[in-house]
């Protein structure tokens, strides 16, 4: 019940195109969901992160889009580029008070390739 | 955005040595935290560094093993213990600001035990 799935593995896009990564989870007491973006050799770097009280949450070219009935979330990256060539990871966790949003679950992470 | 410094970035240990991990944050944060990330792998909870007292391990981890300190709000190290190959990973410290929900990462230590 605390696993997060994450799909798919790995992701081959155009320049120009659409990335869109899938991430499930059971628990329902999960309310925080980041999306973490990791270069090779690098530490994740927090992307966007959404609460349940949003369907939909947008930075840039990169939206998190929410479905608390399914219990799913995804990240879409619009217009990717070869510089968004990464490991992806989704990931849950349940809000434990201020500066403290408790153990992150991760997915199992998504590489993406954006062609030139 | 907190700043989290790791010292070693990398070492090539010897089985049966120990290697104890440095983080440094740039500011105070409430809650300090060890991952793990195995080749090819997703992230993985070791444990809470609670500052002042014993950390809080998760399943499958232990502190004869995985000893954690926090003596400040900025600063905790990781030592893992009598390595064995299986240990080879990627360690991240992460920290969480005071006024923010963010969790920010590290660039890790890549550990390799031979």
């Known amino acids: 019940q605390q696993q997060v799935k994450q799909s798919p593995q790995s992701l081959i896009v155009q320049k120009g195109g659409i990335s869109i990564i899938n991430c499930a989870y059971e628990?329902?007491?999960?309310?925080?969901f980041p999306w973490y973006q990791q270069f090779p050799g690098k530490g994740p770097a927090l992307l966007i992160a959404?609460?349940?009280?949003?369907s939909e949450k947008k930075e840039g070219r990169f939206t998190i889009s929410f479905n608390k009935s399914a219990k799913q979330f995804s990240l879409h990256i619009m217009d990717s580029q070869p510089g968004d060539s990464a490991t992806y990871f989704c990931?849950?966790?349940?809000?434990?008070?201020?500066?403290?949003?408790?153990?992150?679950?991760f997915g199992q992470g998504t590489t993406l390739q954006v062609k030139p | 955005s907190a700043v989290i410094s790791q010292k070693p970035s990398r070492d090539i240990c010897q089985r049966g040595t120990s290697l104890t991990i440095q983080c440094q944050v740039d500011?105070?944060?409430?809650?300090m935290f060890w991952y793990r990330q195995q080749p090819g792998q997703s992230l993985t909870l070791i444990a809470t560094?609670?500052?002042?007292?014993?950390?809080?391990?998760e399943s499958g981890f232990v502190i004869d093993k995985f000893p954690i300190s926090r003596p400040n709000l900025t600063f905790s190290t990781l030592t893992v213990s009598n390595m064995s190959p299986e240990d080879s990973s990627i360690y991240l410290c992460?920290?969480?600001?005071?006024?923010?929900?963010?969790?920010?990462f590290g660039s890790g230590t890549q550990l390799s035990v031979l």
């Open positions: 990931a849950a966790s349940m809000y434990q008070g201020p500066g403290n949003t408790g153990k992150l679950i």
């Open positions: 628990n329902t007491a999960f309310d925080y």
């Open positions: 959404i609460r349940p009280d949003v």
């Open positions: 500011s105070q944060v409430t809650m």
């Open positions: 560094a609670n500052q002042g007292s014993e950390a809080t391990y």
């Open positions: 992460t920290a969480q600001g005071t006024t923010n929900e963010k969790l920010f």
